[in-house]
C-alpha cells in the first residue's frame, strides 16, 4: 500500500468527487456485506460514477485482497476495510468528464479501533453541534468537512463525538447514527436524504425487533434528545455506543440505560448469529 499513487488530477482528490465505505470484517468474516455492497452502488448510482465494479466483482476483488493482505481466519480479529471510488482521472474541470474515465477504486484492510471498556460501561459525552452538511447525506460521500470540522469542535470540547442538528432536529453523529430512549420507546431520524442509511443503524432495528422493543423513526428535536432518559449512537466501528452526557448535562440519571444496554448486547448476539452463517 505504500507504493500506491494517487495521481493530481484524481477527482477524489481534487473535487471529492467519489464514495467510501467502512466494513467490520470478524477474521475473513465480513459483517453484513451484502447491505454495504448495496449502498456503495446506491452511493455510485447518487453521484453517476459509472463502471463500478458489481456485487460479484466486489465479493471477488475482497477475497483476493483478504488473500493478498493475510487477512487472519480468527474470528476474534477484528478488522476494517475501507473502501474507496473516485470519478477517476481527468483532466481539473468541474464538468464531469465524457466519456467517463475508469473510476479509481481503492480498498485496504486496517486495524479496527479499540474502545475503552470504560467508554461502554460509563457511556460517552457528546456537543451538539449544527449539521452543516449538504442534502444529500444518504450518499456516503468522500466529501467530510462539515464532519471534520464538527469532530474538531467535539475534541475541543473534550467529548467523544458530535451529535448534528438541522433545523433544531438531531440528525445523527459526526460518523455514527443516533437514538434516544423515553418511556421504553426507540427514537430514531428517519431514512432519507437527511442522514446516512448505517447498515448498524439496520442491526440495532433488528435487535429491537428481536428483544421486542419498540422503535419510532420520526424526527427529534435536540431538547426532546437532551430530556431523553436514555441516548446512544451506532456505527460500524463501534457496533452500539452508550452517551450519557450531552452539552455538560447528563442524559437520564448519567448512566447507561437498561434498553441501551440491552440492545448492545443484542447487536453483538445477531452479528455473532450471522457470522456463523456466512461461508
Ligand atoms: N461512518 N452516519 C454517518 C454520517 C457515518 O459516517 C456513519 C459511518 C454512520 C454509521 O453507518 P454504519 O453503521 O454503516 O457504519 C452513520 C463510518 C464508520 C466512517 O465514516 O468511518
Known amino acids: 500500500?505504500?507504493?500506491?499513487?494517487?495521481?493530481?488530477?484524481?477527482?477524489?482528490?481534487?473535487?471529492?468527487?467519489?464514495?467510501?465505505?467502512?466494513?467490520?470484517?470478524?477474521?475473513?468474516?465480513?459483517?453484513?456485506?451484502?447491505?454495504?455492497?448495496?449502498?456503495?452502488?446506491?452511493?455510485?448510482?447518487?453521484?453517476?460514477?459509472?463502471?463500478?465494479?458489481?456485487?460479484?466483482?466486489?465479493?471477488?476483488?475482497?477475497?483476493?485482497?483478504?488473500?493478498?493482505?493475510?487477512?487472519?481466519?480468527?474470528?476474534?480479529?477484528?478488522?476494517?476495510l475501507y473502501i474507496q471510488v473516485t470519478r477517476g482521472v481527468a483532466p481539473r474541470l468541474h464538468v464531469p468528464p465524457i466519456p467517463q474515465p475508469p473510476p479509481t477504486v481503492i480498498a485496504y484492510f486496517k486495524a479496527a479501533p479499540r474502545y475503552a471498556t470504560e467508554l461502554r460501561e460509563n457511556g460517552v459525552a457528546m456537543i451538539s453541534h449544527p449539521d452543516e452538511r449538504w442534502s444529500r447525506c444518504n450518499i456516503k460521500s468522500i466529501a467530510l468537512l462539515p464532519v471534520v470540522l464538527a469532530k474538531h469542535a467535539a475534541r475541543a470540547a473534550g467529548v467523544f463525538e458530535a451529535l448534528l442538528v438541522r433545523d433544531g432536529i438531531v440528525t445523527e453523529g459526526g460518523a455514527s447514527n443516533a437514538f434516544c430512549v423515553r418511556d421504553?420507546?426507540?427514537?430514531?431520524?428517519?431514512?432519507?436524504?437527511?442522514?446516512?442509511?448505517?447498515?448498524?443503524?439496520?442491526?440495532?432495528?433488528?435487535?429491537?425487533?428481536?428483544?421486542?422493543?419498540?422503535?419510532?423513526?420520526?424526527?427529534?428535536?435536540?431538547?426532546?434528545?437532551?430530556?431523553?432518559?436514555?441516548?446512544?449512537?451506532?456505527?460500524?466501528?463501534?457496533?452500539?455506543?452508550?452517551?450519557t452526557r450531552l452539552d455538560g448535562r447528563p442524559i437520564g440519571d448519567g448512566r447507561v440505560g437498561a434498553i441501551t444496554r440491552h440492545l448492545a448486547e443484542t447487536v453483538e448476539e445477531i452479528i455473532q448469529d450471522e457470522l456463523t452463517l456466512e461461508p
Not at 6 to 33: C, M, N, S, T, W
Not at 57 to 80: F, K, Y
Not at 188 to 193: D, F, L, S, V
Open 1 to 80: 500500500m505504500s507504493e500506491a499513487v494517487v495521481p493530481i488530477e484524481d477527482r477524489g482528490y481534487q473535487f471529492a468527487d467519489g464514495v467510501y465505505d467502512v466494513l467490520k470484517f470478524h477474521g475473513r468474516k465480513p459483517v453484513r456485506l451484502a447491505q454495504h455492497l448495496e449502498r456503495l452502488a446506491e452511493s455510485c448510482a447518487g453521484l453517476l460514477i459509472e463502471g463500478v465494479p458489481s456485487a460479484a466483482e466486489w465479493r471477488n476483488i475482497i477475497s483476493e485482497l483478504a488473500d493478498r493482505s493475510e487477512l487472519s481466519h480468527d474470528v476474534a480479529e477484528q478488522t476494517i
Open 184 to 243: 421504553g420507546v426507540v427514537f430514531t431520524h428517519p431514512e432519507g436524504p437527511k442522514i446516512l442509511s448505517g447498515v448498524t443503524r439496520g442491526i440495532v432495528l433488528d435487535a429491537a425487533r428481536r428483544a421486542g422493543i419498540e422503535v419510532r423513526e420520526v424526527p427529534v428535536t435536540l431538547e426532546e434528545f437532551r430530556a431523553a432518559d436514555e441516548a446512544f449512537l451506532s456505527s460500524t466501528t463501534m457496533n452500539v455506543m452508550p452517551v
